[in-house]
């Protein structure tokens, strides 16, 4: 099984909707992370969670809202959708005694129409 | 402030040819990792190398090779005997030592090895 999976894989929706993407981790790791994925751009970080209580706005938390429910989940949401926010979407785990080497769930392809 | 430059955009080359991806950053801290994924048309990002601030040593991994010169704050990657399973964007990154280590990403090299 996959130690960082993130659901759902893709989505397609419309502007103006709220999407909530989510991330599960099996790593026991407590650092987690958001991505987004744009052409050109490479990985640009959106949020980021170094323990439960601990959440930090990355380069481009705009329009991004996240939650850190357990060590393992880590949320992130979309309150109002727009079609710039259409991009492949990563999750990642990293455990600061190891480097702090990011894992990466498999990503999710959203769209806003 | 961190950056990490990957000029080259698009590479092709024809099947068996060798290959080599720049990867330039910038960092104030003296500790250090930088890191190589290649991500296949499949879309997931696969790990292929850290390498520390502190280790210079080149590392050769079948037909893949890196080579990291602080002198010139680069860490380049070569593919030696290209294959068409080796076409994939390619991300160097890089993340510094101390608290609130975070990857900063180059803008990926679109490689294209064509039969």
């Known amino acids: 099984d996959a130690d960082v999976t993130q659901t759902p894989r893709n989505r397609i929706t419309k502007t103006g909707k709220r999407i909530m993407l989510e991330c599960s981790q099996t790593?026991?790791?407590?650092?987690m992370y958001w991505y987004r994925q744009d052409p050109g751009l490479g990985l640009r970080l959106i949020y980021y969670?170094?323990?439960?209580?601990?959440?930090n706005k990355g380069e481009i938390s705009d329009g991004y809202s996240v939650s850190r429910q357990a060590q393992a989940k880590f949320s992130l949401s979309l309150e109002s959708a727009i079609p710039n926010q259409t991009a492949l979407y990563f999750c990642?785990?990293?455990?600061?005694?190891?480097?702090?080497?990011?894992?990466f769930g498999p990503g999710t392809r959203l769209t806003v129409l | 402030a961190q950056k990490v430059t990957q000029a080259q955009t698009e590479i092709s080359v024809v099947e068996k040819e060798d290959v080599t991806l720049d990867c330039v950053y910038e960092?104030?801290?003296?500790?250090?990792?930088l890191f190589w994924y290649k991500q296949p048309p499949s879309g997931e990002l696969v790990f292929l190398i850290r390498?520390?601030?502190?280790?210079?040593q080149n590392e050769i991994s079948g037909r893949y090779s890196w080579n990291f010169q602080k002198s010139t704050s680069s860490f380049n990657f070569t593919i030696t005997a290209s294959q068409v399973v080796d076409s994939a964007v390619y991300f160097c990154?890089?993340?510094?030592?101390?608290?609130?280590?975070?990857?900063?990403f180059g803008a990926g090299t679109i490689l294209r090895v064509k039969s």
């Open positions: 990154a890089l993340s510094s030592g101390g608290i609130g280590n975070k990857l900063v």
């Open positions: 969670s170094f323990d439960v209580k601990d959440i």
């Open positions: 990642a785990t990293s455990d600061p005694l190891a480097w702090d080497e990011q894992f």
């Open positions: 790593k026991g790791h407590d650092r």
């Open positions: 960092t104030r801290d003296t500790t250090y990792y």
């Open positions: 390498r520390n601030s502190f280790d210079e």
